[in-house]
């Protein structure tokens, strides 16, 4: 199923998502972001939201524009937070600094070469972070991509981009369910 296809099966009650799918996942919508990075961000975030046809659309989506490298770099990027988000969200929930002492030891290459370029990525995990709730990890990403001159527009459109696609797949899923 493409994307127009799973978007018009969204319920009339969720009219407003299917607007601003639409305006999230336009060039001009996300203000701040190029097509390449709206597309590597709404697939990472679909991956983080769990709905197996929504990434598959909008995988179908971004390949429009992205390379097969890049699309497993959007895919690295949701991995990696998968992982980060929960170590380190519970390192900061547990308020007590020696485990921000303590070596992390968890391997991460595919950061030093993910497919996409370095603010892309940073992007993406900025959006998987925001799904996943970490804000230890929203803080670091957000400071990476704002010292590589995104702008705050640039980041609030991808948490936006973040926020509608989980929104989507949180919706599809319930209309799955109570079918």
């Given at each position: 199923?493409?994307?127009?296809?799973?978007?018009?099966?969204?319920?009339?009650?969720?009219?407003?998502?299917?607007?601003?799918?639409?305006?999230?996942?336009?060039?001009?919508?996300?203000?701040?972001?190029?097509?390449?990075?709206?597309?590597?961000?709404?697939?990472?975030?679909?991956?983080?939201?769990?709905?197996?046809?929504?990434?598959?659309?909008?995988?179908?989506?971004?390949?429009?524009?992205?390379?097969?490298?890049?699309?497993s770099?959007?895919r690295?990027a949701?991995?990696?937070?998968?992982?980060?988000?929960?170590?380190?969200?519970?390192?900061?929930?547990?308020?007590?600094?020696?485990?921000?002492?303590?070596?992390?030891?968890?391997?991460?290459?595919?950061?030093?070469?993910?497919?996409?370029?370095?603010?892309?990525?940073?992007?993406?995990?900025?959006?998987?972070?925001?799904?996943?709730?970490?804000?230890?990890?929203?803080?670091?990403h957000?400071?990476?991509?704002?010292?590589?001159?995104?702008?705050?527009?640039?980041?609030?459109?991808?948490?936006?981009?973040?926020?509608?696609?989980?929104?989507?797949?949180?919706?599809?899923?319930?209309?799955?369910?109570?079918?």
């Amino acid at each position: 199923m493409n994307l127009t296809e799973l978007r018009n099966t969204l319920p009339d009650y969720a009219k407003d998502l299917k607007l601003n799918l639409d305006s999230v996942l336009s060039d001009t919508g996300a203000t701040g972001l190029d097509g390449k990075q709206v597309r590597a961000i709404a697939l990472a975030s679909s991956i983080a939201a769990r709905h197996a046809p929504l990434v598959s659309a909008l995988e179908t989506f971004a390949a429009e524009h992205l390379s097969p490298e890049e699309i497993s770099g959007a895919r690295a990027a949701a991995a990696m937070m998968a992982m980060n988000n929960i170590y380190y969200r519970a390192t900061h929930l547990i308020h007590n600094d020696e485990y921000g002492t303590l070596r992390t030891g968890l391997r991460m290459n595919v950061i030093a070469n993910s497919g996409l370029d370095k603010i892309t990525f940073e992007l993406a995990s900025l959006a998987v972070s925001a799904i996943n709730g970490c804000g230890a990890c929203l803080d670091s990403h957000e400071r990476v991509v704002r010292e590589h001159d995104i702008s705050a527009q640039g980041v609030q459109s991808t948490l936006k981009i973040a926020a509608v696609v989980h929104a989507v797949a949180v919706t599809l899923e319930q209309g799955v369910a109570s079918a």
